[in-house]
């Protein structure tokens, strides 16, 4: 079906240390995928978007590789921080009928400790 | 200051009551979108509009309504015929037309049923 999951309800790391926050997707006709931070009681915050045709990119501490093969979108998170502390959901973006639509994962909580 | 605004931030609704919720943008963006998002789980969607005096349904729209008067404005409505209203409601917006416009959310208001 058109989900996207994600493997890990919760991650826990120590401060400085990567992080790296699994999210599989379903869809393989999808062409935009999207991560965002959303901390308690917030609206969701946009953190990185990759297109489907690239395999990578760069943010500031913050990378998102696209592995088709498997429909991998995995985020990674360098020298994390006591603020990256919130919840990730990643999403998709599909077509239908000329209308542009998200779909959203479960969310992983990540928790830094200090 | 661009942005979405949405009101109340906290609403709480008697049995029977509809209650609405405000969502404002000032983005100039033709497409808003209302999401429902229950605790431990993603985002799911109500409602979308891409443009003015035009809406259709999202995953879970039974016993919501909207309308979109104005480019700016999209209020959802949470009538009696939603049996468990309890959630936390996100409205959201984008520029319609290109695959990779990502959306920016208001900030949320949390309904509570008395």
């Known amino acids: 079906g058109e989900s996207v999951g994600l493997h890990l309800p919760t991650l826990s790391v120590q401060e400085g240390d990567n992080s790296i926050i699994n999210c599989a997707y379903s869809?393989?006709?999808?062409?935009?995928f999207i991560w965002y931070k959303q901390e308690s009681g917030k609206g969701p915050q946009f953190i990185i978007d990759?297109?489907?045709?690239?395999d990578k990119r760069q943010g500031q501490r913050v990378t998102v590789l696209l592995n088709k093969t498997v429909k991998h979108l995995p985020l990674q998170i360098a020298a994390t921080q006591p603020g990256d502390s919130a919840v990730y959901f990643c999403?998709?973006?599909?077509?239908?009928?000329?209308?542009?639509?998200?779909?959203f994962g479960q969310g992983t909580r990540l928790t830094i400790n200090p | 200051d661009g942005g979405i605004t949405q009101s109340p931030k906290y609403l709480f609704r008697k049995e029977g009551q509809n209650v609405t919720l405000s969502c404002e943008q000032n983005?100039?963006?033709?497409?808003m979108y209302w999401y429902r998002q229950d605790p431990g789980q993603g985002l799911r969607l109500i409602y979308y509009s891409q443009i003015v005096n035009d809406f259709q349904k999202g995953d879970i729209a039974e016993g919501y309504s909207v309308s979109r008067e104005k480019k700016e404005s999209f209020p959802l409505t949470v009538t009696s015929a939603q049996k468990n209203p309890t959630a936390f409601y996100l409205c959201?917006?984008?520029?319609?037309?290109?695959?990779?416009?990502?959306?920016?959310f208001g900030s949320g208001t949390q309904l509570s049923v008395l």
């Open positions: 869809n393989s006709a999808s062409d935009y």
């Open positions: 983005l100039n963006h033709d497409a």
């Open positions: 999403a998709e973006n599909l077509g239908i009928q000329g209308a542009q639509k998200l779909v």
């Open positions: 959201a917006s984008r520029r319609q037309g290109a695959t990779n416009e990502k959306l920016f």
């Open positions: 990759i297109r489907s045709n690239m």
